[in-house]
């Protein structure tokens, strides 16, 4: 049965989105998404700065992942008062099918952090004179299908965490949910960025193709992945794990 939707409903969720307080959103993911990439992005090229052979340099994964993870973190922490902290199309689509962000908002919300991201990489593409801006790529012996699958897994298990953080139900989120975050985070890249690129994130791969010099090989793998992974977590928390009708008296832990 094909359900319509209410035109009225429409118009408010479309007003809704271009409130004060969600334009101060907009502008809260722009900034967290610029911090996070400019940092992320950045420590890759700090470590093939000090690491001429950083490709095969386990140390050189090690500092990206804690800069990912450190990063991450200050990024959701910054935001999470005033957008919820997102700083991911992925994570926002994945609260979009949790019925946590109208799609409008959801939309500009993903403008906004691919903006953020793009900029990000141009300023390091600008001010970093003799250093290329790395990209997210696939290890040779993956082919697209297999790193769309994994970075499916690394992105459902980061929206996840944030599903679980962010769960007024478990108390307030403080400061151990963003650390929570980016803990899950830094542990995804030291887990498959030799092979996919461990990039989780579809504003960041866009943003440093784009800052790179327009290289977009492989870009729908870190879309589909993520954005997949991101649905099926919001679906699985949502509708099984956590369902919001739930009552106290189900809610024992194991």
């Known amino acids: 049965m094909l359900i319509k939707m209410n035109p009225a409903s429409l118009s408010v969720r479309l007003e809704e989105s271009f409130t004060r307080a969600a334009l101060r959103s907009y502008l809260a993911e722009f900034i967290s998404t610029f911090v996070f990439v400019f940092a992320a992005i950045g420590s890759a090229m700090s470590a093939r700065k000090l690491m001429p052979d950083a490709t095969s340099d386990p140390s050189s994964l090690l500092v990206v992942a804690v800069a990912n993870a450190f990063a991450l973190s200050s990024a959701v922490y910054i935001a999470a008062g005033i957008s919820g902290g997102h700083v991911n199309p992925a994570v926002t689509f994945g609260l ?8 409008p908002t959801a939309m500009l919300y993903c403008i906004s952090q691919m903006l ?4 990000a990489c141009l300023f390091l593409r600008v001010t970093i004179v003799g250093q290329e801006v790395p990209t997210h790529a696939i290890a040779e012996e993956m082919t697209g299908f297999g790193a769309s699958v994994v970075e499916g897994i690394l992105t459902f298990a980061l929206v996840y965490t944030v599903y679980a953080a962010g769960d007024p139900r478990r108390g307030p989120m403080g400061s151990i949910g963003p650390l929570s975050i980016g803990l899950i985070e830094g542990a995804n890249v030291l887990a498959a960025a030799p092979f ?8 960041a791969s866009f943003g440093s193709a784009l800052g790179g010099g327009g290289t977009f090989k492989n870009q729908a793998v870190y879309w589909v992945g993520p954005l997949i992974g991101g649905a099926v977590a919001g679906l699985l928390y949502e509708n099984l794990i956590f369902p919001p009708l739930e009552s106290a008296s189900s809610q024992a832990g194991v």
């Open 116 to 119: 953020g991201a793009t900029v």
């Open 96 to 103: 979009m099918v949790g019925g946590h962000i109208s799609i």
């Open 196 to 203: 996919s690129g461990g990039s989780m994130n579809p504003a």
